[in-house]
């Protein structure tokens, strides 16, 4: 535990003066090119996406195929959201992953906050019951879960979206872990005092967990925005479909019109990529949090 | 991070998400009701229209928009073949279809046997000035099923023989007057394309080989011949072997012994491919008629008489009303005046390459003065769907074994005897299925 | 309070709960109603559209279960898993998902780790462009991504056989040539998600202290010695933890296959979650679906049950 200790002190120093060893090895000015060019690559797929969204549609086909237009354009936008229902299946995603995310913080809270602070009967097998639950893949029930909403008469609709996501085993693992490392001093004081589990649980251990809040939420919020196979079963009509599964089941007018695609897709995938420029610290703990534990 | 005292975050906290929650809860309350069907005379209209077709359909809609500016509407395209039908099942199955559907009479058996077609109400669908007499015997027995009709139909499109004016005058394929001389046989024909080549340089003949043109040009073929691939209800394979290998033979020829044609080419590629004039003749279906026209100088016949007989193969588009789809009166007649109204403007429908279904039109001046769509018109009458299965139909499964076992012929990675072997098994293992329908297709 | 610190106190405190601070002589009901009522929430939600459809699907997979239609619920025993079983299709499938896990994994493991050396080898001001440029594909949907890439891989106009054609090079049919589909999906999927492994890895890089590695230098390992004998081992939690996910991750490949090649061409790259799809949903046939469903996921479960033994014992003889 000491060397634990120390490792987090160390580290610190270690991400301001990093392992220098493959600089020194090749030369800091090989990695830089390497790395510069890898990651040009990678990004190459995004930046003709951006730039094929923005030209005349009758010059996206042009051979050879260049970077710059005549001059560039929004009429593939402007078209992508007259046409379809764009706007339509942005409001279905917030609306779903912003209630799936809250629904999916909370009872995961909760029920690692009994698992982790309230002793009661059963705990144990009412714990590796719900772990057991990672081990079943989530498209392995596509099937039978189709029955089970329909016989809710719940498909096509929002909460036959959203029900189905909102347990998630893994969230209760890492609030357990979290809340086992908090001390338990703080709530014994509270609870001498008389207050009830549940303000012990909103008012002290919630404010407390951040990190794994901000963790818990951000990859619930990310996985169910992006989540393609249950919402592209779940839902039948084009009203309810959400971002993901209305590019790519609805055709329209786009037919052939390449830019019109690549505008439904920069569309598509800007708020994503928007939430993670903002929320990168936190991802990024959320990453080096699991480093850590034990 | 800064401090504040414990308390007045937790209320602001559970302040916030309490109102999140609420916000979120009534939000979706009110929403969840948005899922059910269509209210109303609002309908939907789903169909599997893309390229031209999907361009045409389009301004069927809008005229019939013009026509009844009330009619409230909303028509959405999805991908052709399994991702439609799928979906289409899955909308009626689950409580919210569209109002109204297209779907191909290769497909309507297996739908109406599950249950999930509305019939047709002929007396409402009078009040529109529909009946049984505005459409073709032929292909109004095709939209029946169990002796009721469960769709109305918009066309037949069969499979066709596209030339290339210039380059089959050049091979002296053309009488006095520019039309194509009569080509009967297997001899002639490849005897044609043999010149054409000449002419071409490239091939006789253009023919996709990597999908389901493969099956459509077998079907006409073996038709012709004479035969059944599958019994009438779906449960036995019965195809005449000596007849499939002619066919077959027939087929390979082309691209192995002959080499008229290219043994691996796509979709695309073969319709490119008679567009840039580098072929003589081009065995499709007829809707690529608007990609030729202004391009090229093409004309347009019915499949020729291979082995004694005018079969070609061919499927229709019609419209379906998916059960549950018209809850109340308005619902319905908004949709029934939707689908009578788009018949209505079938002419446009039929600039596209496709054989109008309504007489109205088919037997016009109009439609007959249409060239070279009205060409073929006879083949509404001499279409051979695909057989009657469950498991049959346009994209179906069916369709795919078909493919798969025949392209090998073609490529010449099989032998004939070996393709018949493997569309002999891979359809087999089809009809060994338990059937996943409530009553039998051929009902 | 920062971060670090509360994990410091991880760290140094019990972790196990204290019971000092509940009243002795509570009777154990109320602690029973208390917790019960924080799990019951989600113990319901995890029961109806978990538990229950683990066992429907259990039972649907004994029937003739149909997609369509009520009455089609003859009894087959363990007909379905016998079909399944003997159905070249759902073997060929089986092929495909095993083909693009052995392919994918070990490019996504070893490319993520290497390029997080050399990430991790620079200036830490500069390190969130590339963090950036290999993280943002998978912040992107399946659909997002799968449009971007098929425009990249059109066989006409795209990006890339244009590309090969300046060089002088023949165009490539990227999604309809057999063989080369799934190196695209390899290929699609390695752009899209090797982010997640390498921040991963990045992140418990930079938790390894200098000294190690200025101590063995002392000692006169190399570059090379260095990273087998201190930076891996060291990063055995990583290497397991992005072994097992991704692992079970390709095996339930669906979304890129679906949207790229559905299945094509003739099925060649049709992973085994789409064969279920198309024999439930397409094809009407659930219950033989429901079948496939589980014997796909005993496979899974051995699997990863056999990943975790192997890997560990690595781990722990390291």
Redesign the interface.
């Known amino acids: 535990?000491a060397i634990?200790?120390a490792?987090?002190a160390?580290?610190h120093?270690?991400?301001?003066?990093?392992?220098?060893?493959?600089?020194?090895?090749f030369g800091?000015g090989t990695?830089?090119v390497?790395?510069t060019v890898?990651?040009?690559f990678?990004?190459?797929?995004?930046l003709?996406?951006v730039d094929?969204a923005f030209k005349p549609e009758t010059e996206?086909?042009t051979?050879?195929?260049s970077w710059f237009p005549t001059h560039f354009t929004l009429q593939a936008f402007q078209e992508v959201l007259q046409a379809g229902d764009l706007p339509r299946w942005y409001l279905n995603s917030i609306?779903t992953s912003?209630?799936i995310t809250?629904l999916t913080v909370?009872?995961?809270s909760?029920?690692a906050?009994?698992?982790?602070?309230?002793?009661?009967?059963?705990?144990n097998a009412?714990f590796w019951l719900?772990l057991a639950?990672i081990?079943?893949?989530?498209?392995?029930?596509?099937?039978?879960?189709?029955?089970?909403i329909?016989s809710f008469?719940m498909?096509?609709?929002?909460?036959?979206l959203?029900?189905?996501q909102?347990?998630v085993?893994v969230a209760?693992f890492i609030f357990k872990q979290f809340f086992?490392?908090?001390?338990?001093?703080l709530?014994?004081a509270a609870?001498?005092d008389g207050a009830s589990?549940w303000r012990v649980?909103?008012?002290?251990w919630?404010?407390?967990s951040q990190?794994a809040i901000a963790a818990v939420a951000i990859f619930a919020f990310?996985a169910s925005?992006?989540?393609?196979?249950w919402p592209f079963?779940a839902v039948?009509?084009?009203?309810?479909m959400t971002?993901?599964?209305g590019?790519?089941?609805?055709?329209?007018?786009y037919?052939?019109h390449?830019a019109q695609?690549?505008a439904?897709?920069v569309l598509?995938?800007l708020p994503?990529?928007i939430?993670?420029?903002f929320f990168?610290r936190q991802?990024?703990?959320g990453?080096?949090g699991?480093?850590?534990k034990e | 991070m800064h401090q504040q005292p414990?308390?007045v975050?937790?209320?602001r906290?559970?302040l916030q998400?309490a109102a999140?929650?609420g916000l979120?809860g009534l939000?979706?309350g009110t929403?969840?009701s948005?899922?059910s069907p269509s209210s109303s005379s609002s309908i939907?209209f789903w169909n599997l229209f893309?390229?031209g077709d999907?361009?045409r359909m389009?301004e069927m809609e809008q005229a019939f928009q013009q026509q009844n500016p009330a009619s409230n509407f909303k028509a959405?395209?999805?991908?052709w073949g399994a991702?439609y039908y799928t979906?289409l099942a899955?909308?009626a199955?689950?409580?919210?279809?569209?109002n109204a559907a297209i779907t191909h009479l290769s497909r309507l058996r297996t739908y109406a046997a599950a249950d999930i077609l509305e019939p047709i109400d002929l007396p409402f669908l009078a009040q529109y000035g529909v009946t049984e007499n505005d459409f073709l015997p032929a292909v109004w027995q095709r939209a029946q099923f169990n002796g009721k009709l469960h769709s109305i139909p918009l066309d037949t499109h069969p499979f066709v023989m596209y030339y290339n004016v210039d380059v089959c005058r050049k091979a002296g394929l053309l009488d006095s007057d520019n039309n194509l001389k009569p080509l009967q046989g297997p001899e002639a024909l490849t005897d044609a394309f043999l010149r054409a080549q000449k002419v071409t340089g490239d091939v006789g003949l253009s023919l996709e080989v990597q999908g389901t043109t493969v099956w459509r040009l077998f079907n006409g073929l073996y038709k012709q011949l004479g035969g059944d691939v599958l019994s009438p209800d779906g449960t036995q394979f019965v195809l005449n072997e000596a007849h499939a290998e002619q066919a077959l033979n027939f087929m390979s020829n082309l691209t192995l012994k002959s080499k008229v044609a290219n043994p691996n080419i796509d979709y695309g590629g073969s319709v490119a491919l008679f567009g840039s004039g580098k072929a003589g003749f081009h065995w499709n279906g007829e809707w690529e008629v608007t990609t030729f026209e202004g391009t090229m100088n093409f004309n347009m016949v019915p499949f020729p008489n291979v082995f004694g007989g005018s079969q070609t193969w061919a499927d229709s588009h019609a419209f379906i009303i998916p059960r549950g789809a018209t809850p109340d009166q308005q619902t319905k007649a908004a949709t029934y005046q939707f689908i009578t109204g788009l018949l209505k403007q079938s002419f446009t429908w039929a600039k596209g390459g496709h054989i109008p279904a309504y007489l109205p039109v088919a037997e016009s001046a109009q439609y007959k003065a249409l060239k070279p769509q009205s060409n073929y018109a006879s083949d509404a009458g001499v279409a051979v769907l695909d057989p009657a299965a469950w498991f049959s139909g346009a994209g179906s499964q069916f369709e795919t074994a078909a493919q798969n076992s025949f392209e090998g012929a073609l490529t010449g990675q099989m032998s004939v005897p070996q393709s018949l072997q493997l569309f002999h098994s891979s359809v087999q293992r089809l009809i060994d299925q338990p059937v996943p329908l409530p009553q039998s297709v051929s009902g | 309070?920062s971060?670090?610190s509360?994990?410091?106190?991880?760290?140094?405190?019990d972790?196990?709960?204290?019971?000092?601070?509940?009243p002795k002589r509570a009777s154990?009901w109320r602690?029973?109603?208390?917790?019960?009522?924080?799990?019951l929430?989600?113990?319901i939600?995890?029961a109806?559209?978990?538990l229950?459809?683990?066992l429907?699907?259990l039972r649907?997979s004994f029937f003739n279960w149909s997609l369509v239609g009520s009455g089609t619920n003859d009894f087959l025993g363990f007909g379905n898993y016998a079909e399944a079983l003997s159905d070249p299709d759902f073997w060929s499938s089986l092929w495909n998902t095993i083909v693009f896990t052995v392919i994918s994994t070990p490019i996504l493991v070893v490319l993520s780790l290497a390029?997080a050396?050399?990430?991790?080898?620079?200036s830490?001001r500069v390190q969130?462009?590339?963090?950036?440029?290999?993280?943002?594909?998978y912040?992107?949907?399946?659909?997002?991504?799968?449009?971007?890439?098929s425009?990249?891989f059109?066989p006409?106009?795209g990006?890339l056989n244009?590309v090969l054609?300046?060089l002088g090079l023949p165009s490539v049919n990227w999604l309809t040539q057999p063989g080369v589909a799934m190196l695209s999906i390899v290929l699609v999927t390695v752009?899209w998600t090797l982010g997640f492994n390498f921040?991963?890895y990045?992140?418990?890089?930079?938790?390894?202290?200098?000294?190690m590695?200025e101590a063995s230098?002392l000692d006169g390992a190399?570059?090379w010695t260095?990273v087998r004998h201190i930076?891996v081992p060291l990063l055995n939690?990583?290497t397991l933890?992005i072994l097992v996910l991704q692992v079970?991750a390709s095996?339930?490949l669906?979304?890129q296959t679906y949207?790229l090649t559905s299945g094509g061409p003739a099925f060649s790259t049709r992973p085994v979650?789409e064969f279920?799809?198309d024999s439930?949903?397409t094809n009407f046939r659930?219950g033989f679906?429901?079948a496939t469903?589980?014997l796909?996921?005993i496979l899974?479960?051995l699997i990863?049950l056999g990943q975790f033994w192997f890997l560990s014992r690595q781990g722990r003889n390291s």
């Open positions: 535990m634990q200790s490792t987090i160390r580290s120093k270690a991400t301001h003066a990093n392992n220098a060893y493959l600089g020194h090895r800091k990695v830089y390497i790395l890898v990651a040009i990678w990004i190459i797929p995004m003709w996406a094929t996206t086909t051979i050879p195929v609306l912003v209630i809250v909370l009872l995961s909760m029920a906050f009994a698992f982790s602070r309230i002793p009661f009967r059963g705990r009412a719900i639950g081990m079943v893949p989530a498209p392995i029930l596509i099937i039978p879960l189709f029955t089970v329909q008469g498909v096509n609709s929002y909460w036959g959203i029900l189905p909102i347990a085993p209760v086992d490392g908090l001390p338990h001093e709530e014994d609870i001498m589990r649980y909103w008012q002290i919630m404010p407390l990190p990310v925005w992006n989540n393609f196979v079963i039948t009509s084009t009203e309810m971002l993901p599964v590019l790519a089941t609805v055709q329209t007018s037919g052939i390449y695609i690549m439904t897709a598509g995938g994503t990529l939430a993670f420029l990168q991802i990024i703990q990453f080096a699991t480093g850590l | 414990e308390n975050f937790g209320r906290r559970f998400g999140m929650l979120a939000a979706g929403l969840a948005c899922g939907t893309g390229g999907g361009a389009i959405v395209t999805l991908a991702p979906k899955m909308s199955v689950g409580g919210s279809p569209p | 309070m971060d670090t509360i994990q410091q106190q991880v760290i140094q405190h972790v196990s709960p204290s019971l000092k601070a509940y154990r602690f029973d109603l208390v917790g019960w009522g924080f799990i929430p989600l113990l939600a995890y109806i559209f978990l229950w459809p683990i429907l699907g649907m390029l050396l050399m990430v991790n080898g620079i830490r969130w462009i590339y963090r950036l440029a290999f993280f943002a594909p912040t992107l949907s399946v659909t997002v991504m799968t449009l971007i890439w425009w990249m059109e006409g106009f990006l244009s054609n300046s752009w921040l991963l990045l992140a418990g890089l930079q938790q390894i202290s200098k000294d590695y230098a190399g570059w260095q930076t939690r990583q933890l079970i095996l339930q669906f979304g949207l979650i279920i799809y439930g949903f659930v679906a429901a469903s589980y796909f996921f899974i479960l990863s």
